[in-house]
């Protein structure tokens, strides 16, 4: 576990040792069929305000939750332990013990994808990110100071970004205070995340 302060908020990393967690046959099934699903396959993102650019596959919009996934279920228990264990470090003042997962997604970058500067826009307590697949020369996580909606980063000063290489099996914890972007993946593997925004309930 390594806790970092990105521009006054914190971050926390913390790797899954236990690589049968994400890494299943059962899981890996399912997340391919949703990823093969005309839903998004056939996504029109031309009037879309999500972030993702360039290759790859969202789930944002499904109308059901990652955390529903056949093979997960070993998975977010773990992610549940991590988001308790550290909810003191993330700066969370609330007295409460359970976890919510208020919205939930998976995005697979493909070789030239990449994600624009955003915010989350349910306003969670945390924002977890767990890289399942993280190959060499793959995306970096990027925090941006004061940024701007749907900004390229090539746009932003290079003193108000903090990189992050993920690495996979990592979980990703940070404040939905931070702005943040993803860089251009340069695999010709692909680069599969799920995304969680939560709340402690």
Same mark, same amino acid.
């Given at each position: 576990?390594? +806790?970092?302060?990105?521009?006054?908020?914190?971050?926390?990393?913390?790797?899954? !040792?236990?690589s049968?967690?994400y890494?299943? /046959? !059962?899981?890996?099934?399912?997340?391919?069929?949703?990823?093969?699903?005309?839903? #998004?396959?056939?996504?029109?993102?031309?009037?879309?305000?999500?972030?993702?650019?360039?290759?790859? &596959?969202?789930?944002? =919009?499904?109308?059901?939750?990652?955390?529903?996934l056949?093979?997960?279920?070993n998975?977010i228990?773990?992610?549940?332990?991590?988001?308790?264990?550290?909810?003191? *470090?993330?700066?969370?003042?609330?007295?409460?013990?359970?976890?919510?997962? /208020? /919205?939930?997604?998976?995005n697979?970058?493909?070789? =030239? =994808?990449?994600?624009?500067?955003?915010?989350?826009?349910? *306003?969670?307590?945390?924002?977890a990110?767990?890289?399942?697949?993280? @190959?060499?020369?793959?995306?970096?996580l990027?925090?941006?100071k004061?940024?701007?909606?749907y900004?390229e980063? /090539?746009?932003?000063? !290079?003193?108000?970004?903090?990189?992050? *290489?993920? +690495?996979?099996?990592?979980?990703? &914890?940070?404040?939905?205070?931070?702005?943040?972007a #993803? =860089?251009?993946?340069?695999?010709?593997? @692909?680069?599969? #995340?799920?995304?969680?925004?939560?709340?402690?309930?």
């Amino acid at each position: 576990m390594n +806790i970092i302060n990105v521009f006054d908020e914190f971050v926390v990393r913390i790797q899954c !040792e236990d690589s049968t967690l994400y890494h299943n /046959k !059962e899981l890996s099934q399912s997340i391919n069929m949703v990823f093969q699903s005309p839903y #998004v396959i056939n996504r029109d993102r031309k009037n879309n305000t999500d972030s993702h650019r360039g290759g790859g &596959l969202t789930t944002v =919009g499904q109308p059901y939750s990652i955390t529903d996934l056949p093979g997960i279920n070993n998975l977010i228990k773990w992610i549940d332990v991590q988001l308790l264990q550290y909810k003191n *470090q993330l700066g969370i003042a609330k007295d409460r013990n359970t976890v919510y997962y /208020k /919205k939930s997604w998976a995005n697979q970058l493909k070789r =030239g =994808g990449y994600g624009l500067c955003h915010k989350h826009l349910t *306003q969670p307590d945390v924002v977890a990110i767990f890289y399942v697949d993280a @190959p060499e020369n793959s995306s970096n996580l990027i925090f941006v100071k004061n940024g701007k909606d749907y900004e390229e980063l /090539k746009n932003i000063n !290079e003193e108000d970004i903090y990189t992050i *290489q993920p +690495i996979e099996g990592e979980l990703i &914890l940070h404040s939905p205070n931070l702005w943040h972007a #993803v =860089g251009i993946h340069n695999s010709d593997l @692909p680069r599969n #995340v799920f995304v969680f925004d939560i709340d402690y309930v």
